[in-house]
């Protein structure tokens, strides 16, 4: 089956800097690729996704780039700002047939002010 | 719209007591999740649902039951409660051709 692996798992950034999550997943058929926002006590939330015909996608500060001869992908978000601060979760899907959503371990991010 | 609607949101049981965890979802998705989700950790898959009247084992599947009872709804029973079932559980759906999973806003159980 497939296997997310998420790094870092801790991540601590200035108000203003980038922060960079990246993922690697082990299934060469997976074809679609999410990332969640978990706020602190809340239900994870899609935040931006990209699929395996795109190399990259942007939505205002964030974006998610995708290689997939190596099989990773990564979200980058700019001028960070606290509201940022969360758990990211990336996840890999191979969506013929029926999918079966596989999280990453999760990154939490710390936005320092 | 409702999307994903878990119950109970908090539960408290003594440990060797039964309880089951409804899930429903009116967004007509075929495949549903279960997930646990220990403090300061990531979400583990319990079991899941790619239709109704199939379910499979996930990642941490001993101690729980599942029941997709129709399309719309998929339970979750712990049997005899142990104090490591102490987690937020939460339900998720997703539809067709990789599309986003929904989350329910999740249980918070504790056994004591």
């Known amino acids: 089956g497939e296997n997310v692996e998420q790094h870092p798992s801790t991540l601590s950034v200035q108000e203003g800097d980038s922060a960079v999550i990246k993922c690697t997943y082990s299934d060469s058929a997976s074809n679609y690729f999410p990332w969640y926002k978990q706020e602190l006590g809340k239900r994870p939330q899609l935040i931006i996704d990209i699929r395996s015909n795109v190399g990259e996608k942007k939505d205002q500060r964030i974006a998610v780039t995708l290689n997939k001869t190596a099989k990773h992908f990564s979200l980058h978000i700019t001028e960070t700002q606290p509201e940022d601060s969360a758990v990211y979760f990336c996840?890999?899907?191979?969506?013929?047939?029926?999918?079966?959503?596989?999280f990453g371990t999760g990154t939490k991010l710390q936005v320092i002010p | 719209n409702a999307g994903v609607t878990q119950t109970p949101k908090f539960q408290v049981l003594k440990t060797g007591q039964s309880m089951t965890l409804q899930c429903a979802q009116d967004m007509n998705h075929n495949s549903m999740y279960w997930y646990r989700q220990d403090p300061g950790m990531g979400l583990r898959l319990i079991y899941y649902s790619a239709s109704e009247g199939t379910t499979d084992k996930g990642e941490v599947p001993n101690g729980y039951n599942v029941s997709r009872l129709n399309k719309r709804e998929f339970s979750l029973r712990l049997e005899s409660a142990a104090p490591s079932q102490t987690s937020v559980y939460f339900c998720?759906?997703?539809?067709?051709?990789?599309?986003?999973?929904?989350f329910g806003q999740g249980t918070r159980l504790t056994v004591v």
């Open positions: 998720a759906s997703s539809g067709e051709g990789g599309t986003e999973a929904f």
């Open positions: 996840a890999a899907i191979h969506s013929g047939g029926y999918q079966k959503v596989t």
